[in-house]
């Protein structure tokens, strides 16, 4: 088994176009970060490439920084397992930096075996597939895109999601900053009761997918939740994305909330794989 690195993200994506076709979704971190820095030369902070057996790709890395360094393998395959061995010994040898992986947990496992750094899981979760809406039950009110005027709550709500979530204390400017963006791309969805009352949130990722589309920072506040709120802004981002041609709709939801796996696959979502973000601890 070897490794192969690429000159650019773009060679990377071109030459693993079938993998990443097949397993879109579950590949949709290093697409997006690759996809955002196509045409960049790689280097260590910017490392696209994928340990390979016989010409067979095995396992695809790609390490963006200051993000993680993200893994995709075919679910199952054993090879996978040596190759994140391999990677993480590649890593340490040649003094490369990474802030932690994003990766299934058996991946995560067999490769901090190798890597034997101190880490934490900051985020345990499923990555979620829709590709047929099934309609949730109506609520009274409307879903809409947020406007600029929109913006305190949405990046209010932000932070109370990554607080919620992620156990993570965000900053409320930077929050402000990124909700400025995605509004003004017209990627962010309220529910708004017929009070004029907004009620729950939800965001389409600018994460490049050829044939689908990522939802996050789907919020409902305490005292909103379990009114339905929830499940009709995300299906309407579906029903919107799916019509338009999207194959699928996908999200990551946190394993530890059965709830919110629930209320997703009611609508027709369903587990696809796992992905755990793992973090290095300052030793």
Request: aromatic content about 8%; charged content about 25%; glycine content about 6%.
């Amino acid at each position: 088994m070897n490794i192969k690195l690429y000159k650019t993200p773009g060679e990377f994506l071109e030459e693993n176009r079938a993998f990443l076709q097949d397993h879109e979704a579950a590949c949709q971190l290093n697409l997006g970060n690759a996809g955002a820095n196509r045409d960049e030369s790689c280097h260590p902070g910017l490392l696209f490439g994928r340990c390979e057996e016989d010409g067979r790709s095995v396992l695809l890395f790609g390490n963006t920084l200051p993000w993680n360094l993200c893994l995709n393998a075919i679910p199952g395959d054993v090879a996978s397992l040596s190759a994140a061995v391999l990677l993480a010994e590649y890593l340490l040898r040649e003094n490369i930096e990474i802030t932690g992986i994003n990766a299934s947990k058996t991946l995560c496992n067999a490769f901090f075996s190798a890597y034997n750094r101190p880490y934490r899981v900051r985020a345990a979760m499923d990555i979620m597939v829709q590709r047929k809406l099934i309609e949730p039950p109506a609520v009274s009110g409307k879903v809409r895109k947020a406007a600029l005027s929109d913006l305190e709550t949405a990046a209010n709500w932000a932070c109370a999601f990554q607080k919620e979530a992620l156990h993570e204390d965000a900053d409320p400017d930077e929050m402000r900053e990124k909700f400025r963006d995605t509004i003004q791309e017209g990627k962010v969805y309220l529910m708004e009761t017929p009070d004029g009352t907004l009620v729950s949130m939800a965001a389409a990722t600018s994460r490049s997918m050829p044939h689908g589309v990522g939802i996050s920072w789907v919020y409902t506040p305490p005292e909103y939740r379990s009114k339905g709120y929830c499940q009709n802004t995300v299906a309407a981002i579906c029903r919107e994305k799916l019509s338009a041609g999207c194959d699928y709709c996908t999200l990551f939801v946190d394993k530890t909330n059965p709830i919110s796996n629930r209320v997703y696959q009611k609508i027709g979502f369903e587990i696809i794989e796992d992905n755990y973000d793992c973090r290095l601890l300052k030793e």
